[in-house]
């Protein structure tokens, strides 16, 4: 299978910065001990796993006597990069993003208090991400902030991760918490819509699951050889 490392731009793992790989198609030093989660072994993902792990870089990878946990985490005795997918960059990331908070947008079904997030993705996305400073779009988002203490549930979990997403643009990219929090912050709020049912975790990964096949469809846009 193929597992997945996220790593910043100086080949360290993303975000803890604790482990240098090393470049293709050298290996990581093999650890020893027990595989614990958190403690010891090199921590991966699988493709379901990326959207919680997003980060600057993604790397395919490959790995030896590995544990897995809930088919999202990799934990491996040892492993080594393959490729870098150059399918993702800042600004796709941001283009994700926005298409995700409109997808839980769409789930959740808005009320009129917070429809014009939908104007607000679209201007920004159609100015580009390190454009988002425009005085239209500052002076939406001081409206997203007005309407936060009057918003609850679904609702103010994609006001807040509108903030998120367009604090990350018009800080010119990165920091990249605002993207790892927007992604949480949709998914969150797509389980909530659902709790009514009976189920949040049901309707918050199952938003997790539609994250995970769009960013599949960036990254591999002719499909996973």
């Given amino acids: ?71 999202y985490e990799v934990l491996a005795r040892t492993a080594r990069l393959i490729r870098q997918l150059t399918t993702w960059n800042d600004s796709i990331a941001a283009l994700f993003t926005f298409t995700c908070i409109e997808h839980a947008l769409k789930c959740i079904g808005p009320s009129s208090k917070v429809s014009f997030v939908f104007e607000l993705l679209g201007m920004v996305r159609d100015l580009g991400p390190t454009k988002a400073e425009s005085e239209s779009v500052t002076s939406m988002r001081r409206e997203l902030e007005k309407i936060l203490p009057t918003t609850s549930g679904p609702e103010a ?36 819509k659902f709790r009514s049912y009976g189920s949040e975790s049901y309707g918050y990964y199952a938003e997790a699951a539609w994250q995970a096949e769009k960013l599949q469809q960036i990254l591999y846009p002719g499909g996973i050889k």
Avoid at 32 to 57: A, D, K, S
Avoid at 168 to 190: H, Q, T
Wanted: proline share 7%; hydrophobic share 45%.
């Fill in 157 to 192: 979990d994609i006001v807040l991760a509108t903030q998120a997403l367009t604090s990350f643009c018009s800080l010119g990219l990165p920091p990249w918490g605002g993207i790892r929090s927007a992604l949480e912050l949709s998914r969150l709020s797509v389980g909530k």
């Fill in 1 to 71: 299978m193929i597992a997945f490392k996220v790593l910043d731009h100086e080949m360290k793992s993303y975000p803890s910065g604790k482990v240098l790989w090393p470049e293709p198609p050298n290996w990581l030093e093999p650890v020893n001990n027990e595989l614990v989660f958190g403690l010891n072994g090199y921590h991966l993902c699988t493709m379901q796993g990326l959207v919680f792990n997003i980060g600057p870089t993604i790397w395919e990878a490959e790995f030896g006597d590995a544990i897995f946990l809930g088919g």
